[in-house]
C-alpha cells in the first residue's frame, strides 16, 4: 500500500524545542560531543572541538579574535548563550543588528551568532565583498521554518486572483526566508521587526487594503489590534489547505490574511503565568514580546521587542519586581545586569529558543580557526536575483521611520 502524505513534517526545529528544556539545573554550556547526547542533530565537528571544554573554547576565542583583529566583525543576538554573547562586538534584536550590519563597511567578515534567516538578511545587506558566516548551519528558526516559499507563492497567486493585483501588501517578519523577503519586495511589500511592526502596518495600510502577514499570526495580530483592526476582518491562512482554509468570500472581507506559524519559544507563556506572578509578587510588572499569543499581550503590563524590553527594566526603579516573556537567556541576562531589581522569566521551565541555541563556542572557535588558516567555512550566501528583490523589501523596512 502506498501511503500518501500531502502534508509538510513538523519542522525539526519545532520537534528539538524541549531538548535542552529543564527545571533542576543552571543553563551553562556542557562540551558539544555531551550536548549531542541531548539527541539533537547539528552539524558535525572534528572530534576535538566536540570534546574541548567551555573553558578552553573560551580561550580559544579569545585568542583567535584577537589576532583576526578588525578583519572580523561577531553579530550577536540577545537570546545567545552567555559563552558566545561575550565575544560579540555588537548585540541587539534582529532589527538592530540588520541595521548595524547595513552599515559596516570595513570587516571582511560577519561572523553572525544568530540563527539562519540573521545570517542570510546581513548578506543581503552587506557589500559584495563582504562574506558573512554562520557557526552552525543548522542554527534555524522554527517560526521562519513553517513559511516555505512554495507555499507562500501559491498563496499569493490565490489572493491575487480573488484579489486582484494591488490590494494586498506582502508583509514579511524579519524571522522568514530571504526568498519570502524577495517576494514581498517584487510584489510592493516590505519587510518588519518587533521593533517596526506598528510603523510598518502604518505604511502598509497607506498602499493597500488588505495586509498578507508572515510568518507570525501573533505579531500580526497583536500588531493588527493596535491599529483598530477587529478580530473578525482577521483570518489565519493554513497553508495545508486549498485558500489556506478560507472561503472566498472570507478573504474578500479581510484585512489581515495571518500565516499559520508562531514561535515556539513565545507561545509558551500563558495567562495563567502571569495570574501566577500577580500572586506570588505584588507590584509585579509583566513585560512580554508581541510573538506571545493576545491574551497574553492583553493581560501584559508592557509589550515590546527584545530591544524594549531590556531598555524598560533597565530603566525601571531601583526595587521594582519584572515578570518576563521572553527567551531564557535574555532573562538571565538581564536578571544579572540588574542585581537592584528582581528580574525573573514568567514561565518556571528554564527552556531556552533551541534553535539560537546551537550556536555553541565550539562552532564560534572552528570558524575563526578556519579565516586563521585562511579557510571560509559555512559562508551563507542567497542567489543574485533574491538579493536584489528582498534588499528591496528591507530598505523599504529601513527606511520607514
Ligand atoms: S525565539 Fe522563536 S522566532 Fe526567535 S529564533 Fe527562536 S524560534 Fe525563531
Redesign the pocket.
Known sequence: MVIKIDKQPIPI?EIEQSAFCQTDEELASKTLEQEFNSGVRWQKLPVSYMRTSPEELEQKISAAKKKLGNKIVILGHH?QRDEVIQFADVRGDSFKLSQHAAELKDPEYIIFCG?HFMAETAYILSTQRQKVILPNLTAG????DMAHIDDVMDCWDDLTEILGEGSVIPVTYM?STAAIKSLCGENGGVVCTSSNASATFDWSFERGEKILFLP?QHLGRNTAVTKGVNLNEMIIWNPFKPLGGNSIEAIKNSKMILWQGH????TRFTVDQINAAKKSHANVSVVVHP?CTLDVVESSDYVGSTEYIRQIINEGEPGTTWAVGT?ISLVNRIATENPDKNVFCLDSVVCP?S??YRIHPAYLAWVLDGLLEGVVVNQITVDENTRKYSRIALDRMLSIK
Do not use: G, L, P
Request: contains cysteine.
Open positions: 526545529t537570546y540563527v528558526c522554527s517560526m521562519a524571522n507570525d514561535c515556539s519559544v513565545h510573538e527567551e529558543c534553535t539560537m
